[in-house]
């Protein structure tokens, strides 16, 4: 059973790239703000609350969301700046505990079990990391409070903005019971309109089932969403869990038939990518690309290798193999998104003392290029592709 004992907090900054971008422009404060390319591809990063009453969420084509709300104002993200504020914000939570895992740059989980003792109960703890918050950074965050990571992102989605919702455990059944089953954690748009035609509407219905209705819908996993819909997770918070992957996508603003062209852009998001790779001190072993054609059907690609490398000039060459049997595949295709991802990542250690002169060419060739897109941005230079 859940160990009851356990204090967990959710901590989700609210609208934080919106919110960002009004604090620091008092003249966009009130507005309906969105967050994103503005391009006729563009896609909404954020979207503010005044704008969000329209409809407008993150993930939304900007054409769309423009279509919805006329009189939005669209911003270009600030990728550095958001950066800086979630550093602030993660270093309070540190304040409290080092059990902090980071979902994203305005989202964590905080295991706050062991510092009760100093700080008082969990929602004592909330209200205090709120304040600090707002003292900081002039941003509101909304807190859940509970004894597992299931129930205190549940309860921090339950009040936005600025909310602060406790679930106690005599408290989980009359609170969970009514939610759709659509909040469940795992149970995407797909599963719940299965779960619907089934009859399950609420996570009360869930918990009630019998495994044997439920198998059928979740086979294994049956057990588990039952679980969930009562309230019941062990998932531990894992401190600064490592990352699973490093990518870089890019949607065009015109779709691209060009082979040549497509193995150029492809290069380029390469670059990125294993410049990102670096920077965080990672090797990968595993290469992957992301293929999106113009009626939306997605496509992917994954090699393995070994050993694992940073070095640009291997992971390029992987990912433009996997692209070009692709469009052997699919010669004709209108590509509207490419992207290139590394996984498998493990620490880099110590380069080896044996590396060939051409790998230690490439990479020097890789340190110099990271200090200019440092400098001057990741579109400053790209390496040419040889296709």
């Avoid at 609208?15 to 003249?27: K, N």
């Avoid at 992102?153 to 600025?162: F, R, T, V, Y």
């Avoid at 690309?289 to 390029?316: C, G, H, M, W």
Wanted: glycine share 6%; with cysteine.
């Amino acid at each position: 059973m859940t160990d009851h004992r356990r204090t967990i907090l959710h901590v989700d900054m609210d609208a934080f790239y919106a919110a960002v971008e009004q604090h620091d422009r008092p003249e966009l404060a009130g507005q309906p703000v969105v967050v994103g390319g503005a391009g006729g591809r563009g896609v909404v990063a954020a979207a503010s609350y005044e704008v969000r009453r329209f409809g407008v969420h993150s993930a939304m084509p900007m054409r769309e969301a423009l279509r919805r709300c006329p009189q939005a104002i669209v911003v270009s993200p600030r990728f550095k700046r958001y950066r800086e504020i979630s550093g602030q914000v993660f270093e309070i939570f540190r304040e409290f505990t080092d059990l902090v895992e980071g979902l994203s740059l305005d989202e964590a989980f905080l295991d706050v079990t062991a510092s009760t003792g100093l700080f008082g109960s969990g929602e004592a703890m909330a209200r205090e990391i709120k304040k600090r918050i707002r003292e900081r950074t002039g941003l509101t965050a909304s807190v859940g409070v509970s004894h597992n990571k299931l129930l205190a992102k549940l309860a921090s989605e339950m009040h936005k903005p600025d909310g602060l919702t406790v679930i106690r455990p005599e408290d989980v059944s009359a609170t969970l019971d009514p939610l759709p089953v659509g909040r469940l954690f795992g149970i995407g748009a797909k599963t719940a309109s299965r779960l619907e035609k089934e009859g399950f509407f609420t996570l009360g219905q869930l918990r009630r089932a019998p495994e044997s209705t439920l198998w059928p819908l979740f086979r294994r996993e049956a057990r588990t969403f039952r679980d969930r819909a009562a309230g019941i997770d062990e998932r531990p918070v894992v401190s600064d869990a490592p990352e699973k992957q490093i990518s870089s996508e890019e949607t065009f603003d015109v779709d691209i038939r060009d082979h040549k062209e497509l193995q150029e852009r492809l290069a380029q998001l390469a670059d990125r990518t294993t410049s990102r790779l670096r920077a965080r001190q990672f090797k990968a072993g595993m290469v992957s690309i992301k293929v999106r054609r113009r009626d939306f059907e997605t496509y992917t690609r994954q090699r393995s290798f070994n050993p694992p490398t940073q070095e640009t000039r291997l992971i390029a060459q992987v990912a433009a193999d996997l692209l070009e049997h692709w469009l052997q595949e699919q010669p004709r295709a209108a590509v509207r998104l490419l992207g290139v991802g590394v996984s498998d990542l493990e620490p880099e250690q110590q380069l080896d003392l044996f590396t060939s002169r051409e790998s230690d060419e490439s990479q020097r060739l890789d340190s110099a290029l990271d200090r200019i897109h440092e400098r001057f941005g990741d579109e400053a230079i790209h390496r040419g592709t040889d296709r």
